[in-house]
């Protein structure tokens, strides 16, 4: 019951935003001037990679933290962080003389699933994903295109460890549909070490992933993510964001966040278990 009373809140919350977002519909203020794209009229989710116009310590993926379960079991929250830092100064006179340089990252993301039902409030698991990459933008045959290492652990040992090292290459192509903006990047990997404990998670993750996001940077984004493993283990992940606050700037500020998940490997730790359906609601300052 107590279960059920925490869902029915999270529920009647989201209805309230919802219909504050539906009232205000075009009438949300007017957002910060935002920096446009080659060949394109609006503010585009790939402009965070322009190294001209963005900081060297910027954000990177999602940052969020939302609550709700499976139907009748425990309310768990998911919550990130994530930034990226570029490593070497524009201004500086290596990078004159070695423009390719401006292109280097570094980047951390951290992911934790917190169980709110049960009596401790454990954190069941936490995923550490350090990652070392280069990325240029508007290239011959693609938008943006990014290739480098990533790890990701939980920081566990015995049989609860599991991590993973990999190359990735991930190219992205935008398109101006509806007026909105179509991304579509994949996720390619080239696995150079999977863990002791998880040597078969390319049966349950397979080799990448696709992503597509539509939406518009002042107004609302949904984002999928769908893998496909080897042995026909797949899962769906699909995020909804609406802004209720003025952004603060490109992909940041306050968004109402609705996840859904169904599928295997919502954490790392449970990669080879199937979840779900499992719907989470909750805030975004970067989505």
Known sequence: MKKHAHLLLALHAFTVLASTAQATGDALPAAVTLP???????????????????PALSVFEPMYLIAGGEYGEDIKAQFQFSFKYRIF????????????????????????????????????????????????????????????YAHESNGQDAELSRS???????????????????????????????????????????YGELNLRYGSEDGWVMHSQYRYGKAGHHSLQLDFTYPIRTP??????????????????????????????????????VR
Not at 131 to 140: E, I
Request: charged share 20%.
């Open 36 to 54: 446009s794209h080659i060949d394109r009229q609006q503010a585009s989710v790939l402009d965070t990679f322009n190294s001209d116009e963005v």
């Open 89 to 148: 100064d524009l201004q500086s006179p290596m990078v004159a003389g070695r423009p390719w340089l401006e292109n280097f990252y570094l980047s951390y993301t951290q992911t934790s699933l917190w169980n709110w039902s049960a009596d401790s409030l454990p954190f069941e698991d936490t995923s550490y994903k350090p990652s070392f990459f280069w990325a240029l933008t508007d290239t011959a045959f693609t938008d943006l295109v990014a290739f480098g």
């Open 164 to 206: 993973t090292d990999a190359l990735f290459l991930q190219p992205a192509w935008s398109w101006t549909l509806a007026d909105r903006e179509l991304v579509a990047f994949p996720r390619l990997l080239l696995y150079l070490r999977k863990g002791l404990e998880n040597p078969d998670i390319t049966d349950y993750r397979g």
């Open 248 to 285: 603060i700037a490109l992909r940041t500020g306050g968004f109402l966040f609705i996840r859904y998940f169904h599928g295997y490997g919502e954490s790392l730790l449970t990669y080879d278990e199937k979840t779900g359906p499992i719907l989470r609601i909750g805030l975004a300052i």
